[in-house]
């Protein structure tokens, strides 16, 4: 473990480096932002979104929480979606799943009473799993078990995402974003994509938004 000042010594070396090689570079990060990317992913500390996929300052706007969810009356998350979306005008939003996600694992599990409100949190991530039992309990390990519902669980996600008003919203008026669901393995540090939803791709009826009739 570095000691937190470390970070900070890290922080302006890392500064330093930055205006060497471009002098203009913070001055022009400071005038606006234009990220064309949306990231929703986990927040377990060995999944660092921008890493991973080699973006810089400036190109991707980004929301973590436990296991990846994108959950109807969270307003955090719907909130940055609606900037990303309305204001940002990104074209494309990634989930972001991970194997071994410690979140998926333990919503596999008995709750636990020393994390109640993590155990709330989780409670969509057990009912994506009883929705596929059969499929995931087929599986001859907890290891493959877990990994089953972290792929299961992600193409949930990117389909609770096509459900939002936002997003459907935004499909009608401007053809834009496409949705993706992407898988990231601890292991040798690659991304799959599982599944991606293009703007007027068919959503099942009982998400569709119509127009008020009364
Ligand atoms: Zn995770």
């Known amino acids: 473990m570095q000691e937190i000042d ?6 302006k070396d890392w500064a330093s ?33 921008e890493i991973i996929v080699g973006a810089q300052p400036g190109e991707m706007f980004i929301h973590r929480n436990i296991a990846n969810q994108v959950i109807a009356t ?9 900037y990303a979306v309305n204001v940002l005008k990104v074209k494309h ?23 109640l409100i993590t155990n709330k949190w989780l409670m969509h991530i ?14 001859p390990t907890e290891y493959l078990r877990v990994n089953k519902l972290v792929e299961l669980n992600l193409i949930e996600q990117v389909h609770a995402l096509s459900h939002t008003s936002i997003i459907q919203e935004s499909w009608t008026k401007h053809n ?22 293009k703007p007027g791709d068919e959503i099942h009826p009982i998400y569709q938004y119509v127009a008020d009739e009364s």
């Open 126 to 139: 057990k009912n994506v799993y009883r929705l596929h039992q059969a499929e995931i309990d087929a599986m």
């Open 6 to 11: 470390n970070f900070l010594q890290n922080n």
């Open 93 to 115: 939003i990634v989930v972001c799943g991970h194997y071994n996600c410690g979140g998926v694992r333990a919503a596999l599990s008995k709750q636990n009473s020393g994390l």
């Open 74 to 82: 969270d307003f955090n998350c719907l909130s940055v979606i609606q």
């Open 17 to 49: 480096k930055v205006t060497a090689e471009d002098p203009t570079f913070f001055e022009k990060m400071a005038q606006k932002q234009t990220p064309e990317l949306l990231w929703i992913g986990c927040s377990d500390s060995r999944v660092p979104a």
């Open 176 to 197: 834009s974003p496409t949705l993706h669901g992407w898988v990231y393995d601890l292991s040798d540090g690659l991304l799959s994509s599982l599944i991606s939803i």
